[in-house]
T-cell receptor, first 110, second 113 residues
């Protein structure tokens, strides 16, 4: 079993929809949680970074962490075609390594 | 502009021919790392470095070497490439020694035939 599980999709939604992307994990030592966005033929770019449990909001993006359920989510409001990309969750236990999910492909149709 | 620069972007080579992929960052970050990205497997860490002359293995270090002689540079060396090292490689740097909030390069697509 992988340490971090992420549905690969693709997830296809109409423009303006609310998108929910999720990851589950098995290592209870994880306490740093990140979401990266990766466009085709580009490197990943950091979208959201949260420490421990709770919510964090940045514009149209909201990250949620539920450590009791070992479950993290990224919500995208008012989705746009420019949001079409692969979304990667990543997490760390405070050591020196990041563990990534396999990524979810999101397609926003205009 | 803050950036991580990798070269080359694309490389086709033959089995056993030594190659080096360069990585340079201009953000004065102490932490740098290399990842490979394969379909269905996501990003897996190969090696990381927390400072000059300090390197350590990630999850998939077999067949790779790294060096960190200068803070800004972190080259990845494949001394005898094999076809199973065909992959998309990313270099990253971070101001956090935990490796979080990493900045990634544009990637190097390597094919070993």
């Amino acid at each position: 079993q992988k340490e971090v599980e992420q549905d690969p999709g693709p997830l296809s939604v109409p423009e303006g929809a609310i998108v929910s992307l999720n990851c589950t994990y098995s290592n209870s030592a994880f306490q740093y949680f990140m979401w990266y966005r990766q466009y085709s033929r580009k490197g990943p770019e950091l979208l959201m970074y949260t420490y421990s449990s709770g919510n964090k909001e940045d514009g149209r993006f909201t990250a949620q962490v539920d450590k009791s359920s070992k479950y993290i989510s990224l919500f995208i409001r008012d989705s746009q075609p420019s949001d079409s990309a692969t979304y990667l969750c990543a997490m760390s236990g405070g050591g020196n390594k990041l563990v990534f999910g396999a990524g979810t492909i999101l397609r926003v149709k205009s | 502009e803050a950036q991580v620069t990798q070269n080359p972007r694309y490389l086709i080579t033959v089995t056993g021919k030594k190659l080096t992929v360069t990585c340079s960052q201009n953000m004065n970050h102490e932490y740098m790392s290399w990842y490979r990205q394969d379909p269905g497997l996501g990003l897996r860490q190969i090696y990381y470095s927390m400072n000059v002359e300090v390197t350590d293995k990630g999850d998939v270090p077999e067949g790779y070497k790294v060096s960190r002689k200068e803070k800004r540079n972190f080259p990845l060396i494949l001394e005898s490439p094999s076809p199973n090292q065909t992959s998309l490689y990313f270099c990253a740097s971070s101001f956090s020694l935990k490796g979080t909030e990493a900045f990634f390069g544009q990637g190097t697509r390597l094919t070993v035939v």
